[in-house]
């Protein structure tokens, strides 16, 4: 079944949207086909739109309009709450993709540790169709 929020881990930990624990506090992630290629064959062909650098108190802020500020408060004070992103996936060729292009796994695993470009992510839960 699709949703627009599967339960995402996310190891990008240079994004501003990255919290410990391995979540993401972006209200919304969009997963696209790496801009080198139009299809991807592998988890290394995807990315996440959604990356933004973590580098000064400005791109923080530059980052708060795709923030969810209530989940972050959520899990932060309430014991085994997970931050929930929705998450939208234009790689419509990967087993999970689902037509309005959403994701009908029940988890993502996005990477990326010290990554500094948005090609340095990857969906680690793709799986070519």
Sequence with gaps: MASANPL???TVDQCTHYM???QCMAAKISIYNDETSSKSSA????LCKSFHPRKTVGDM???LHNSNIG??????FLSGTQVTPSVECF??????????????AARIDVTGANASLNQDTDC?????K
């Design 20 to 22: 410990p624990g391995d």
């Design 91 to 104: 790689v419509s060729n990967c087993k999970h993709w689902h037509h309005s292009n959403l994701c009908d």
């Design 124 to 128: 680690q839960t793709f799986e070519p």
């Design 43 to 46: 988890s290394a062909d995807t």
């Design 71 to 76: 989940g972050m408060v959520s899990a932060t």
């Design 61 to 63: 802020v530059g980052a």
């Design 8 to 10: 995402v881990k996310c």
